[in-house]
């Protein structure tokens, strides 16, 4: 049983080559909000409770308390945590690995020849913003309206009703003029906002082999060049990083929406482990968190007049609401916990997206500089260093990456698409779910997939995601709309001492392979009959020679990683009939003042990393809550 991933070995590598070239700029002395020392600094009661300091609890604690009058606490289980590693920009990866995660290992995924994946998800203060890769991305506007469609037609959960919440999450800064003439990056501002303190920036340098790898995709017949990655259009574009590009630094939930605030009705309490909600009649007044000093723990009561408002994640999220008696009642009895609201969907419906390497080189790719001079080549790296260490720009002020493409079955796979469309449509959906899977689950899903087989046969709809490197090989290849489903439940043996058990359920619908496969030869297509051909390409993994179907399925069986760290979808905003935990208020149903607001909401995954859509989410959030002040 295999533990590591091919991902996992490429961060280790990162790792061991990323230097850490930030300066700490926080100390706990600039902290201005009220960080409670222990818990009998809590006061008894609040407005508003708030369970997760993470992207999305920040977000809504910094909005709710800018009034000075309604009161808010925050409580997180991490620490809030200062490191040049976390400010990081340079690799994306110095803040990634167990260090500032919980450690959480999945299941292991018997289609995936029983490997685990670690599930990274962030344990301190500013949450999974704190330690992701920093690419800053949307969904294509089918992706947001998908969402609303599951309630009706003038949901605004739509594009149209989100866009405006995408604008006010983050501040666009563009990237210097002299950067995007080298490489031709294009934008539009008017997709985006200027009002936030999280910022969407640029580093003062990209690879010039970029060019030669996005416009190779202009012999590939429907690939579309949006102007921006805000746009709402799948495509091969350019996109952002989460870093603010004045300091080169990260930019995240804990720098836009903690540190510089100083208000006494806003509360914090860290390393505070949130056990269970209060539910009386039906009502949520309040919740129980826990600490743990030397052998002895403590239990802390706090009374939430308003409103409780859970944020603690994808992964933790559906833990707190089971143990609090909302859940599968089965799943519930079987822990012993009295169920107080059946709700049958709470951590089911679990999405990531799956992620792999195909390994193709272009062996006469002569590109200079490009990634691999940052790796021995000395003279390089000194002239790196040098503009690093005197205005912060060049090589080392780059993430993970600004160029990708994010394109449609139609367009990746012309021939086979409505074939895949229809079986998906054709298929037994309650059989790719767990065994009793609950009716309303089962409909949700069903109604899931009609959606999905829609969005195989439409060019708006990205698949497909191909990360850009500028170096001359492929990149990471990521599925961004898996049919299969997995479960985040709690431990039945000891509920409220263990993390929750992880199955992402793996390529459980069997399209997923069909999916999958077809981009193993997309890749090679892309490689080996555009212009890229002159530059020889020569596959390396899988290789050449493995084409077909049963021995690609075994490839991928063998080299999937069911995780991009994009966990989402336990707690999700669908109709109750079709398994639903909150409406579209973000009310979990059955409960009064209890809502939940993070990438646990999302019903289905949208085409892009999560961390942006989260923002809008949080800040739709506080206008709904405001509007029941
Ligand atoms: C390694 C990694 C790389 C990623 N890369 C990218 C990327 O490049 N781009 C992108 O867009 N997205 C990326 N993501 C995903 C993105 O960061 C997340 O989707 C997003 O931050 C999730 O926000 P959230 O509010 O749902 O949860 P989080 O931000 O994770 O916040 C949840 C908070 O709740 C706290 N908590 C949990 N349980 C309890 C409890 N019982 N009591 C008290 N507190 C609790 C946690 O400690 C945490 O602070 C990445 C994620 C990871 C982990
Ligand atoms: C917590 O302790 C620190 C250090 O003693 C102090 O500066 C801070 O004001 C305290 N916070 C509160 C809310 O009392
Ligand atoms: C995976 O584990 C299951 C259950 O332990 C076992 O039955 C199966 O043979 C294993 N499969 C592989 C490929 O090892
Ligand atoms: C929206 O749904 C209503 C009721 O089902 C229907 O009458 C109307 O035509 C739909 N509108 C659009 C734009 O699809
Ligand atoms: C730059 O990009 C634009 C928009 O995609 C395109 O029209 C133009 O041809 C490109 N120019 C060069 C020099 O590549
Ligand atoms: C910010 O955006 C608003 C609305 O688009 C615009 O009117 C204003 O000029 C912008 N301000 C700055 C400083 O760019
Ligand atoms: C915080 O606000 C109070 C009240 O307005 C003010 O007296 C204090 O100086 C502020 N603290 C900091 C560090 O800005
Ligand atoms: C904690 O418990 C252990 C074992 O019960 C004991 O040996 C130890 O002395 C205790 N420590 C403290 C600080 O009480
Ligand atoms: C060293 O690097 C500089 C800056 O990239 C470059 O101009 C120069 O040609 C390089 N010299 C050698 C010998 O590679
Ligand atoms: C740093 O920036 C200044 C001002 O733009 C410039 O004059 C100088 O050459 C830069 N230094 C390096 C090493 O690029
Ligand atoms: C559930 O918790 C028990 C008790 O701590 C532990 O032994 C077991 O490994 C856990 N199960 C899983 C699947 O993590
Ligand atoms: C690749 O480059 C080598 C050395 O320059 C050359 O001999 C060879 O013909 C090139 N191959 C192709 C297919 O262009």
Redesign the pocket.
Known sequence: MASITTFGILVALLLAIAEPFGQARHGQSELQLRLLNGSSQVEAAYDYVI???????LTIADHLTADGKSTVLV????KVVDSPRIDQVYS?MAA?GPTW?YQINSVPQVNLRNRTTAV??????????A???????RGTSEDYDRWGNFFSNTSTWSWDGLLPYLRKALTFVPPESTVTQSVNITYDTSFWGNSSSVYAGWPSFQWPGLTTQIEAFQDIPGVEFPVDSGAGKAGVYWFPTFMDPKIVQRSY?RTGHFDKINRTNHDVITE???TKIILEDGTATGVV?RQGKGNTTTYTTVKASREVIL????I?SPQ?LQLSGIGPRKLLQSAGIDTTVDLPGVGQNFQDHPMMFMSIVLSNFTTHPSPSDMFGNQNFTDWAQTLWRANKTGPYSMG?GNAAAWLGMPVIAPETFESIASKLENQDHAAQLPPYTDPTVIAGYSAQMKEMARSIRSSNTAFYNHVLSGAGSSGSLIDLHPLSRGTVNINTTDPFNTEPIVDYRALTNPVDLDILIEFLRFTKRYFFETRLKELSPRQVQPPDYVEDPEDLAGFLRSNLSPSE??P?GTCAMMPKELGGVVDESLKVYGVKNLRVV???IMPTLPGA????S?YAIAEKAVDLIKADM
Do not use: K
């Open positions: 369970i997760g300091a993470g992207t999305a609890g409580i997180e289980n991490g994306g990634m995660s990274l998800a962030g344990n301190l203060v500013g949450g999974s913003s330690i992701n890769a920093m690419m800053t991305v939930a505070s482990h949130v968190f944020s603690a994640g994808a933790h707190i993970i760290f994009h989402s993070d990438a646990s990393n999560t961390c942006q989260v």
